[in-house]
Nanobody, 127 residues
Framework: QVQLVESGGGLVQAGESLRLSCKAS????????MGWFRQAPGKEREFVTR????????CYADSVKGRFTISRDNARNTVYLQMNSPKPEDTATYYC????????????????????WGQGTQVTVSS
């Protein structure tokens, strides 16, 4: 079993930077594929980004590419989401998720492959 705890959410103005963190426990962190998803009110949960176990492969949703960066620190059992130049449309609850199997980006964006989820952290971007 994997436990995931997100932190770092809050209220920011458009253009300000924000960094989310997700600390994992319960399994060797370096064996986990880590991802971030988000869900805005009235919308379905959507993929944001994911990173493979070694940190050398990432993929991003088109909506955040070039603005958000995922990274991981296997020594700290933590994955990060650096949000630069956030926009009001980035307002959502952000969820950290873990998968046990590395997959190509086209497949690995599907939430059904992530078996472990955090409780979410709210990010609100004001204009």
């Amino acid at each position: 079993q994997v436990q995931l705890v997100e932190s770092g959410g809050g209220l920011v103005q458009a253009g300000e930077s924000l960094r989310l963190s997700c600390k994992a426990s319960g399994r060797t962190f370096s064996t986990l594929v880590m991802g971030w998803f988000r869900q805005a009110p009235g919308k379905e949960r959507e993929f944001v980004t994911r990173i493979l176990q070694s940190g050398d492969s990432t993929c991003y949703a088109d909506s955040v590419k070039g603005r958000f960066t995922i990274s991981r620190d296997n020594a700290r059992n933590t994955v990060y989401l650096q949000m630069n130049s956030p926009k009001p449309e980035d307002t959502a609850t952000y969820y950290c998720a873990a998968d046990l199997t590395p997959r190509p980006c086209a497949v690995g964006q599907q939430s059904r492959y992530f078996g472990f989820w955090g409780q979410g952290t709210q990010v609100t971007v004001s204009s």
